[in-house]
């Protein structure tokens, strides 16, 4: 499968399906600080991701001054 | 996995909550954690003026449309920092948020407002860390438009991680003044200030992040490039770690403290009601507030080093 990390704009293959769970752990990110996206829709860690796919990895942490 | 709600087939997971959602149920779960939020600490009624702060972010834009869905009067307050492409972008998803919309978008560039005064410079001529004198710039002028154009109030778009990585970072050091003043609705201590509230103080950045997701709405999702190295985001990193050992830590941590720490530390941190500013006129503890204390450094600075470049000119 193919994972778009963003905001680090960074692809990765990875082979073999996979839940996101375990992919997210795979790839070190933590639970709850990232959306999985497949298409427009989004993934709970229960899904399962196909060898074929593509999904996006959005980190949703920001962080600085706040407001 | 399935919708907590109406059993149909969920598309996120809520481990703080025991719950998962399918779209229409999220959608209504969210905007109801921000109705109870409003309604319960008080924080503003449907005949007040909003002001809100919005950066191009998903907690800005998400606050605003869920404010806009409710029939709430608001106007967005953009501030343009200067950073490069990074704030031409924020503009840019602001701006056409709003006017998708059909909202009113007031726009600060500071750039514009007198030579030195974008993030960069400002943050290079005072040696200030960049968070630091960019959090004194958007306090000044979120302050300054609120009271000079007439609102009730002042909202951001805070959420539940800023709120526990503010804590961590206030207890760690035992800031007490700084304790005694976090909570969601920050009444005015002078007659130039307004209420400022934070409606998602108990909405985490993941469930703004999927508000706007499933709104469809686009926001910049790049982080600032002065962020890196911050301190709030390794309090927040600590966070999510225990969050994720133990979900619901977040939520239990910022809760118990509005419920049990925080008013204990007002008790005993009373603060004198502010003068103003001989600079800007603004409410201020001092004679000048940060912002006009920050400015007088820059001009000082900078001519300095105008100085400095015309000696060694050759003559």
């Known amino acids: 499968m193919r994972v ?57 942490i920001s962080g600085g001054s706040g407001a | 996995m399935k919708c907590t709600r109406c059993r149909g087939a969920a598309e996120v997971q809520l481990r703080a909550h025991n719950s998962a959602f399918c779209r229409p149920c999220y959608l209504l779960f969210f905007r109801r954690q921000v109705e109870r939020a409003i309604a319960s600490e008080n924080m503003f009624t449907k005949e007040e003026r909003l002001l809100i702060a919005v950066s191009g972010g998903k907690d800005s834009l998400a606050l605003w449309d869920v404010l806009v869905d409710l029939g709430y009067d608001t106007t967005g307050l953009y501030l ?42 400002v943050a290079g001529l005072t040696r200030r860390p960049a968070c630091s004198a960019c959090g004194t710039m958007k306090r000044h002028y979120f302050d300054q438009v609120a009271h000079d154009e007439g609102f009730d109030v002042l909202l951001t778009g805070h959420n539940l991680d800023d709120e526990a990585a503010r804590l961590m970072g206030n207890v760690l050091r035992w800031q007490r003044d700084h ?21 998602l103080f108990l909405c985490s950045e993941y469930e703004t992040a999927v508000y706007a997701f499933m709104r469809g709405i686009d926001y910049i999702v790049e982080e600032c490039p002065n962020a890196a190295g911050a301190s709030q985001l390794v309090y927040k990193d600590t966070l999510n770690r225990l969050e994720a050992a133990s ?52 001009q000082a600075r900078a001519a300095s080093r105008a100085a400095a470049s015309d000696r060694a000119a050759p003559a």
Request: proline share 8%; charged share 25%.
């Open chain 2, 80 to 121: 343009g920092l200067g950073i490069g492409a990074y704030s031409s972008r924020s503009h840019d998803k602001a701006a056409a948020f709003a006017a998708a919309r059909g909202l009113a978008l007031r726009v600060v560039e500071l750039a514009e407002e007198g030579p030195g005064m974008a993030v960069p410079a």
């Open chain 1, 4 to 60: 778009h990390l963003h905001p680090q704009r960074r692809t990765v293959d990875i082979d073999g399906r996979r839940r996101v769970g375990q992919l997210l752990a795979e790839l070190g990110v933590l639970p709850g600080t990232a959306m999985v996206i497949r298409g427009d829709v989004l993934l709970t860690d229960a899904e399962m991701v196909e060898d074929a796919e593509e999904i996006e990895i959005r980190a949703v």
């Open chain 2, 247 to 298: 979900p619901g830590t977040k939520q239990a941590f910022v809760k118990e403290f509005l419920r049990t720490g925080q008013p204990a530390f007002a008790s005993t941190e009373a603060r004198e009601a502010p003068r103003e500013c001989t600079g800007c006129g603004m409410p201020s503890y001092g004679e000048l507030c940060a912002f006009c204390s920050m400015m007088r450094a820059v």
């Open chain 2, 179 to 199: 304790l005694a003043r976090q909570r969601p609705v920050l009444p005015p201590s002078h007659p130039k200030f307004v209420r400022k509230v934070k409606p």
